[in-house]
């Protein structure tokens, strides 16, 4: 498998669910981001990964909780969610935090 | 104001005309400028990398960049029916900050 991996594609989930998406990229590269994609909004940049290290925060509730044990996987945890949360959560890596990005397939949140 | 700037659309043109695609921005430490295409419940996939100032191209995709009027733009020629999706552009100096992206249809 090549590129960047995203699952689930679809999650449907309560505002008292846990739940976790979980990206995988193969391209060997050392810097992983979370991106929340919603309609007729520009991408928004939620949290940065360089070098298995946060280095940006961009003030995500806390509700959000991202992992990345490794520089080839990156974990979103959730819980107690809002329906405004209902998005289209994108993950993406890039060889350095200086170059272009590629992105996941995403994962179509739905917060009932 | 916005760093990048990018009319949404949707613009619709009929099969085979030249599209233009464009964003301005106001953040001068830009260097690294993109455009992505994005296919309806999909990621967005790479489609132009540029570094500086000019002209570059692929296939039927120029992508033009002016630094001195921070202005950018891609250009599609003998437009096809599949390249009906999403632009969206980006730029990068310490992060990379997209444009809202224009939503295009080919019509057959």
């Known amino acids: 498998e090549t590129g960047v991996t995203q699952t689930p594609r679809h999650l449907v989930m309560g505002m008292t669910n846990k739940k976790s998406l979980k990206c995988e990229q193969h391209l060997g590269h050392n810097a992983m981001y979370w991106y929340k994609q919603s309609a007729k909004k520009p991408l928004e940049l939620m949290f940065v990964y360089s070098l298995e290290e946060r280095v940006e925060n961009n003030s995500v509730p806390s509700r959000f909780s991202p992992e990345c044990p490794n520089s080839s996987h990156l974990f979103l945890h959730l819980h107690t969610l809002q329906p405004e949360d209902s998005a289209l959560y994108l993950c993406?890596?890039?060889?350095?935090?200086?170059?272009?990005?590629?992105f996941g397939q995403g994962t179509r949140l739905t917060v009932v | 104001q916005k760093e990048v700037e990018q009319d949404p659309g949707p613009l619709s043109v009929p099969e085979g005309a030249i599209v233009s695609l464009n964003c301005t921005y106001s953040?001068?430490?830009?260097?690294?400028f993109m455009w992505y295409r994005q296919y309806s419940r999909k990621g967005p996939e790479l489609l132009m990398y540029t570094y500086s100032s000019g002209n570059k191209e692929d296939g039927r995709f120029t992508a033009q960049v002016d630094k001195s009027s921070k202005y950018i733009s891609l250009f599609i020629r003998d437009s096809q029916p599949s390249d009906s999706a999403t632009y969206l552009c980006?730029?990068?100096?310490?992060?990379?900050?997209f444009g809202q992206g224009t939503r295009l249809t080919i019509n057959p």
């Open positions: 953040n001068s430490a830009f260097q690294y």
């Open positions: 980006a730029m990068r100096a310490q992060k990379l900050v």
């Open positions: 993406a890596s890039s060889q350095t935090d200086r170059r272009e990005a590629f």
